[in-house]
């Protein structure tokens, strides 16, 4: 089945400033990659996704980077702001079918 | 995007007692939910797959016949803990995809807070 890693565990950026956070798959069968942030005591949310035809997509502060032939992708945050600190996790799943997260990063903002 | 409601977002139960967790997809028609466990500070743990007319189908470890889940119509999934005990207080977090607007997209819950004195 598939195996998604997660990096880092734990960052802690200064407001202003990038945050990046890398994930690495093991299907090259997957073909949707996304990433959701989870505030306290609440469900996960979808912030983007990438699907495997694309190498990159951007949404405002927020861009998804896939390396197909490397197995990896990675979320990367502009601008960062206080209301960016949550828990970040990656997915991977082929079509529709179920998502295998990675084990999640906690991003601090420090104003 | 699209809304999954989850109900009730905390609960409090005696041991021995069984909890019923109502996942609905308001503006949108769901066959296939998922069911997740989360554990503090840990990952996404998918509990069971459960399809709208038909039996879930349950990852290997997760005892069915504790962790009820009815997909009775396309907007509505029910997950019943029964008879439960101190070791099944979690959160709980259902999703659902919107297969008319591709299906790949996942959207969550907001979970459900369970804890069994």
């Known amino acids: 089945g598939e195996n998604v890693e997660q990096h880092p565990s734990t960052l802690s950026v200064q407001e202003g400033d990038s945050a990046v956070i890398k994930c690495t798959y093991s299907?090259?069968?997957?073909?949707?990659f996304p990433w959701y942030k989870q505030e306290l005591g609440k469900g996960p949310q979808l912030i983007i996704d990438?699907?495997?035809?694309?190498g990159e997509k951007k949404d405002q502060r927020i861009a998804v980077t896939l390396n197909k032939t490397a197995k990896h992708f990675s979320l990367h945050i502009t601008e960062t702001q206080p209301e960016d600190s949550a828990v970040y996790f990656c997915?991977?799943?082929?079509?529709?079918?179920?998502?295998?997260f990675g084990t999640g990063t906690r991003l601090t903002i420090i104003p | 995007g699209a809304v999954v409601s989850q109900h009730p977002s905390w609960v409090i139960c005696k041991s021995g007692t069984s909890v019923k967790i109502e996942c609905r997809s308001l503006?949108?028609?769901?066959?296939?939910m998922f069911w997740y466990r989360q554990f503090p500070k840990q990952s996404l743990m998918l509990m069971a797959t459960?399809?709208?007319?038909?039996?879930?189908?349950?990852e290997q470890g997760v005892e069915k016949d504790k962790f009820l889940i009815n997909h009775a119509s396309l907007t509505l999934s029910t997950l019943t803990v029964t008879s439960a005990h101190p070791e099944d207080s979690s959160f709980y977090i259902c999703?659902?995809?919107?297969?008319?607007?591709?299906?790949?997209?996942?959207?969550f819950g907001q979970g459900t807070r369970l804890t069994v004195v």
């Open positions: 459960s399809n709208e007319g038909s039996k879930a189908t349950y």
């Open positions: 997915a991977a799943s082929f079509g529709n079918e179920k998502l295998t």
């Open positions: 990438i699907r495997s035809n694309v």
């Open positions: 999703s659902a995809r919107d297969f008319d607007r591709g299906g790949t997209e996942a959207f």
């Open positions: 503006d949108f028609q769901a066959t296939t």
């Open positions: 299907d090259s069968a997957s073909n949707y």
